[in-house]
């Protein structure tokens, strides 16, 4: 298969040979959704915590009396019915939210999303994203004179201190390397930029 490559000026400037298994592949949405899923599930940190009736503040004084009120039996304040009560099942930093996802299934995944966003022309293949300097300027500069004004990932094999610089106060732009990419950024940017280079790294990876 072959990936459009892109010039500086947003040109078509050729074609780079890609991996069938990688970015050719049939698009697998329960596969996909299955895998966002877990990476969300995974990255909750499980801090809340909420309390038991043991473990609120309350008087263990009887509110009233036992009979001829007219109301429902009650013994403590502190009961899960009333108002200010604790929890039945209280929510507790413990938790755990992980969901286990195999390497084949992650790999398919990654795949999967890859040849989607061939597909639909939303990852373009370009030479090199090295700017000289670290100035947000620059990289703006650079990627309006591709065209580019939409949400962009741009994935590099090495991301040096010029190019993460000049992308960090760019609130559309993020850069990573190939073995930072994950599911969620894959799908959440408008546009893929990928170097020459991490698309051989891609296919060490996943392919």
Known sequence: ???????????????????????????????????????????RSGDRAQLTRAEVRHSTKKPFKQKGTGRARAGMTSSPIWRGGGRTFPNKPDENFTQKVNRKMFRAGIASILSRLAADGRLNVIEDMGVDSPKTKILAGKLKGMGINNRVLIISPVVDDNLWLSARNLHNVLVLEPQQADPVSLIRYDRVLMTRDAVKSFEEMYA
């Open 1 to 43: 298969m072959d990936l459009k490559l892109i010039n500086d000026q947003g040109q078509e400037a050729g074609a780079v040979a890609a991996s069938d298994a990688l970015f050719g592949r049939e698009y697998n949405e329960a596969l996909v959704h299955q895998l966002v899923t877990a990476y969300l599930a995974n990255a």
